[in-house]
């Protein structure tokens, strides 16, 4: 039986890439020795931690005025660095909260300045993006910060607030979709998502904005410990850097993100069409906000909603359960997941759907 993850991270892997880490899981590039076993001074790991670096730039475009940076931590231990490294002038700033991952960014920062909500759909049960025309920005901020696609809601931002100080937590739509990087002054995403395997997160940040961190700055989470030492300051993640390199390779070879943007807006569209010419599954999300990433939907019922994922999962359909806060369905179809799988999927909720009329 063919088996389909739906999960909203770890997620699913392309075929070639995990074929590729199998072979050198036990003897990397004819070394002797595995991937997982060799130094991050040795020559094998510097050109994998170049390459890495060097696709990634490549992949989203990112110039020379950017600094790249490969971290642990996790998107969450962003959410303090960028308030500690960024909120050093005014130290004000601005977020528009869209989702759970969006508030805790937002009641995060707040320990380190004035930092307001000048936007937030919670009170729809983050059910769409603001309009980022219409939002009053206050002067004067250090930043304006977003969560570009909202994973537990599944919506997204399609047009990006027009401010010169953006940020942005773009965990779950990085390379997923196609954004301008050059219309932010920073970005980061944990790279269990679309990248590679948890423990590596990314960010790219304007040079000039590097080394004015707050006092209290942590020294693991000063973006000045990490930029000159070419993220080498202390050990890094040797391994998901290394599969985010064979993702990146994989994805430049598919045609990059503009590429994969297609496919994944076509994946989207059958699981929204389906759900929207269905009496038995509901999306509630304001349409023009829909996720390509990430869709939840629910049945009329929590006893059909957990029919379905028992049944989902007995057909090979993994980790299809709604986030605990929002509960139903969601299906998490990043750029890993292939048409095949979304078809499969979308026969299976037709048939659902037939046999519980
Ligand atoms: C998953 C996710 C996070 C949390 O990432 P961690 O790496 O687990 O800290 C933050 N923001 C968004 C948008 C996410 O999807």
Redesign the pocket.
């Known amino acids: 039986m063919a088996v389909y993850n739906f999960s909203a ?1 770890p997620s699913m892997f392309a075929e070639e890439v995990k074929l590729q880490v199998q072979k050198d899981f036990l003897n990397y590039d004819n070394s002797g020795i595995s991937i997982v076993e060799m130094s991050h001074r040795s020559k094998w790991y510097s050109e994998i931690h170049a390459e890495a670096n060097a696709l990634f730039r490549e992949l989203l475009n990112i110039g020379d005025d950017y600094y790249v940076l490969f971290l642990q931590g ?3 231990s962003q959410f303090e660095a960028v308030a500690l490294n960024l909120l050093n002038n005014t130290k004000k700033a601005d977020y528009i909260v869209t989702g759970n ?1 969006s508030n805790k960014a937002f009641q995060a920062a707040s320990r380190y300045g004035d930092v307001v909500a000048v936007a937030s759909s919670k009170a729809d049960n983050y059910t769409y993006i603001p309009d980022v025309d219409k939002v009053q920005y206050r002067d004067n901020t250090d930043y304006v910060h977003i ?1 570009t ?3 537990i809601f599944g919506t997204h931002y399609t047009k990006f607030p027009k401010v010169n100080n953006l940020v942005g ?1 773009m ?2 739509n990085i390379m997923g979709e196609v954004m301008d990087v050059s219309k932010f002054n920073l970005i980061y995403a ?1 790279a ?2 679309n990248m590679a395997p ?1 423990g590596l ?1 990314i960010v790219a940040v304007k040079k000039n904005l590097v080394g004015h961190a707050q006092d209290i700055c942590p020294i693991m989470l000063n973006y000045q410990t990490q930029a000159p030492a070419d993220s080498l300051y202390n050990t890094p993640t040797t391994f998901s850097t290394y599969m985010a390199m064979l993702t990146f390779r994989w994805l430049k070879k598919f045609g990059g993100v503009a590429e994969i943007e297609k496919q994944n807006k076509y994946k989207a569209s059958m699981l929204y069409n389906l759900i929207d010419n269905s009496k038995l599954y509901k999306n509630n999300i304001e349409v023009n906000s829909r996720s390509i990433m990430n869709v939840p939907f629910v049945t009329t019922s929590k006893e059909l909603d957990a029919k379905f994922v028992k049944e989902a999962e007995e057909n090979g359909i993994i980790s299809i359960k709604g986030h605990k806060v929002v509960g139903g369905m969601r299906a998490s179809i990043y750029n890993g997941m292939p048409v095949e799988g979304v078809k499969y999927l979308a026969e299976f909720m037709k048939k659902f759907e037939l046999q519980n009329k």
């Open positions: 991270g996790g998107a969450s991952f969560t696609n909202n994973t937590d965990s779950s944990g269990q998502k948890s997160t």
